[in-house]
């Protein structure tokens, strides 16, 4: 099993930049997939970036690509985040996710086996 903690989430203004971490323990962090997720208010859980076991491949959400950044550190078993040019859409709990297999379905929430509690993130105009 693995469990995970999100941190770096806050209250920023628009245009600012904020970077999220996602620590792991438990069973070998390399061995998972990690994602990035989501949730707004009254809004389903969405994909946000995944990245892959080595780091090699990543993927975004069209209403993030250009602006945020998924990477990892398998050596410190760390996920980031680093979001830049933050508007008010992207205000939500982010969390990250660990899947113990690779699939190209990554951008749904029901291929992953672990979930962190989540971080705020709050962009106020």
């Known amino acids: 099993q693995v469990q995970l903690v999100e941190s770096g989430g806050g209250l920023v203004q628009a245009g600012d930049s904020l970077r999220l971490s996602c620590a792991a323990s438990g069973r070998t962090f390399s061995n998972y997939m990690m994602g990035w997720f989501r949730q707004a208010p009254g809004k389903e859980r969405e994909f946000v970036a995944v990245?892959?076991?080595?780091?090699?491949?990543?993927s975004y959400a069209d209403s993030v690509k250009g602006r945020f950044t998924v990477s990892r550190d398998n050596a410190k078993n760390t996920m980031y985040l680093q979001m830049n040019s933050l508007k008010r859409e992207d205000t939500a709990v982010y969390y990250c996710?660990?899947?113990?297999?690779?699939?190209?379905?990554?951008?749904?929430?029901?291929?992953?086996?672990?979930w962190g509690q989540g971080t705020q993130v709050t962009v106020s105009s």
């Open positions: 990245i892959s076991r080595t780091g090699g491949v990543t």
């Open positions: 996710a660990a899947a113990q297999r690779w699939t190209r379905d990554y951008a749904n929430r029901n291929n992953y086996d672990y």
